[in-house]
Nanobody
């Protein structure tokens, strides 16, 4: 059974940084597409960042461009989300997700592309 386990969440003041990690178990590779999503109370889940490990292609939601980066370590089957210059509006539960589909169309931040999800890690940014 494939599992994704997130870590690295916490509480930080505005302007601070956090690095989230997501490690895959139960499968030989992390996935053909990996992504980070977040959901704040009362709001819909939104795609934050994603990565195609084989090509290095990335996609970010506009609100985090220039502040967040996504990377992966295939040997460790781990994907990272480096979050800098954090803002209170970045607060929420952050979920890691992965897909093993051979190809994709449209936005890679479409949650329907992902088949495996972690349980999430909480990020709280105070002003």
């Amino acid at each position: 059974q494939v599992q994704l386990v997130e870590s690295g969440g916490g509480s930080v003041q505005a302007g601070g940084s956090l690095r989230l990690s997501c490690t895959s178990s139960g499968y030989t590779v992390l996935g053909t597409l990996v992504g980070w999503f977040r959901q704040a109370p009362g709001r819909e889940r939104e795609g934050v960042a994603c990565l195609v490990p084989s090509s290095g292609r990335t996609e970010f939601v506009d609100s985090v461009k220039g502040r967040f980066t996504i990377s992966s370590d295939s040997a460790r089957k781990t994907v990272y989300l480096q979050m800098n210059s954090l803002k209170p509006e970045d607060s929420g539960m952050y979920f890691c997700a992965a897909s093993r589909a051979p190809g994709f169309r449209g936005s890679l931040l479409n949650s329907n592309l992902y088949t495996t999800w972690g349980r999430g890690t909480q990020v709280t940014v105070s002003s």
